[in-house]
């Protein structure tokens, strides 16, 4: 490729940027002049009509049944105001990071993906990388908060610190690192099925992640390959996994994370079947407010890493520009 073929593509992208930028604020100025009109309406008009914004108020109480209560403040993630946040009624527009762990500890002698174990020194520098950078973890159902109502994600870069599995160094290791800087992960446990060798966490511990503000989410019962599922088995994986993980720890689980990013359009429904707002992959990049919900971007970050590396990492996968230094919509 010459130069000029260089400078024309980049010409492009700069000129593709602007346009969704500029889509971004047309969106944004138009929700603003329905808000304003709505509040208008609702000072000025009768005790009817602040009757009929009560029936309203009553659907979006339903539809949130199922979501976790937003931290007021994020307090716990940021380490900012604890003064309670409220939604701007505006739809975030910016896209968020979500990470994605496996095993936080040395790799074992032949070990058959040895990139999947973070050792506990790296995964501590990298955290506070993060956070030096500006960084602080929030939780998916925060994300979907700012994204569909504008609920503020505090001063700073939102990411989302996901691990899978359920491995019981999540617990041992990275709770500590994270608690320290007064943050939050993101929990993609399956039910059983881990390797011996490794262990899984337990129900006590599970209950020790939730207690320190940690979101719970699932691969579905035995990390199993569900596109070569029959509807029953695929049901028992996502739907019966959802429902004992809420019987059992009384949190919503509103998010689904496909087993090894294998899905297809049957899988997808049976998630969206079994009450799931959303699901995660491996594909890599940041997750949009734009993008299915059901096939959210990660990024994995494997054994090595350094905390510079991670950060040239998310610098590097953003696909629409620099960060900005807040996300409140």
């Known amino acids: 490729m010459d130069i000029q073929d260089l400078h024309a593509r980049r010409e492009q992208r700069r000129r593709a940027i602007r346009r969704r930028r500029r889509t971004a604020a047309v969106a944004i100025v138009a929700a603003l002049a329905a808000v304003a009109t709505a509040v208008a309406l609702a ?3 009768s005790s009817t009509g602040g009757g009929g914004g009560g029936g309203g108020g009553s659907t979006s109480s339903a539809s949130a049944d199922t979501r976790t209560p937003t931290r007021s403040g994020h307090s ?3 380490g900012a105001s604890t003064v309670a946040a409220r939604p701007t009624g ?3 527009q910016e896209p968020v990071p979500i990470l994605m762990y496996h095993v936080i500890a040395a790799p074992p002698a032949g070990a058959p993906f040895p990139g999947l174990y973070v050792e506990p020194a790296e995964f501590a520098e990298q955290m506070q990388a993060l956070k030096d950078a500006g960084w602080h973890a929030v939780t998916l159902d925060e994300v979907e908060e700012y994204w569909r109502r504008g609920m503020p994600l505090g001063a700073g870069k939102p990411v989302v610190v996901s691990f899978d599995n359920g491995y019981n160094s ?5 709770l500590p690192v994270l608690r320290r800087l007064g943050w939050v992960g993101d929990e993609n446990l399956q039910l059983s099925g881990l390797p011996p060798s490794e262990g899984g966490l337990s129900q006590t511990q599970i209950r020790g992640l939730l207690a320190a503000g940690w979101e719970l989410d699932t691969q579905g019962i035995s ?3 569900l596109i070569t599922l029959d509807a029953e088995q695929l049901h028992y994986q996502v739907a019966v996994a959802r429902q004992l993980l809420q ?3 009384h949190v919503p ?10 899905y297809d359009a049957t899988v997808e429904e049976a998630v969206k079947a079994a009450g799931f707002i959303g699901s995660t992959t491996v594909v890599p990049g940041w997750a949009h407010p734009g993008d299915d919900p059901y096939r959210l971007h990660r990024l994995r970050v494997l054994g090595g890493t350094s905390g510079q590396q991670l950060l040239e990492m998310l610098a590097d996968s953003r696909e629409d520009g620099p960060a900005p230094t807040a996300y409140t919509a």
């Open 43 to 45: 000072t000025g008009g």
């Open 76 to 78: 716990a993630s940021s």
């Open 90 to 92: 505006v739809p975030g």
């Open 170 to 174: 999540q617990y041992t290791q990275a």
């Open 223 to 225: 990390h199993a390959a």
């Open 247 to 249: 019987q059992r720890y």
């Open 253 to 262: 689980v509103n998010w689904f994370c496909y087993p090894s990013g294998q």
